[in-house]
């Protein structure tokens, strides 16, 4: 009974640090868009990546697993998150206790994320 009750603590801190990603995406703009960038959407995106790696240069990986979780490494450290969610509006929301968002376009036939800084970043997807 001692260890149930730190036990649960950290499981209640734990679920908590976790956010629910909203129903609705924020707003893309046209400074989020490059020439050649293709839109895609909720559909495209779960058919895609859920159950799938997206690989960056420099090793950085992340892992939208088929139960709904969310991983992201790099430089040796994993940040993990519950839940992942796509939009219609090629946007994605990992459920961090901040949610985290970034937009998904395809350009030149690959795959590339777009940050809330406007930075670029191309991904390759793998099983």
């Known amino acids: 009974m001692k260890l149930f009750l730190p036990a ?14 909203p129903a609705k995406a924020p707003k ?16 495209w995106l779960q058919t895609n990546l859920a159950g799938r ?3 960056y240069s420099g090793k950085e990986v992340e892992t939208y697993s088929a ?4 991983s992201y490494k790099a430089n040796g ?11 219609d509006n090629g946007m994605r929301c990992i ?7 970034d ?13 809330a800084n406007k ?4 991904g390759q997807i793998r099983n």
């Not at 649960?8 to 990603?21: D, K, P, Q, R, Y």
């Not at 450290?77 to 939009?87: G, V």
């Open 77 to 87: 450290q994993t940040w993990k998150a519950n839940a992942y969610k796509f939009y």
């Open 103 to 115: 937009l998904y376009v395809v350009n030149n036939g690959k795959l590339v994320l777009v940050n």
């Open 67 to 70: 139960d709904g979780s969310y």
């Open 28 to 43: 893309t703009t046209k400074s989020h868009f490059s020439d050649g960038d293709q839109k895609v959407n909720a559909a």
């Open 8 to 21: 649960l603590c950290a499981t209640l801190i734990g679920v908590s640090a976790h956010a629910a990603c």
């Open 95 to 101: 459920g961090y206790g901040d949610p985290r968002f």
């Open 119 to 122: 930075q670029r970043y191309i």
């Open 53 to 55: 790696k997206v690989v």
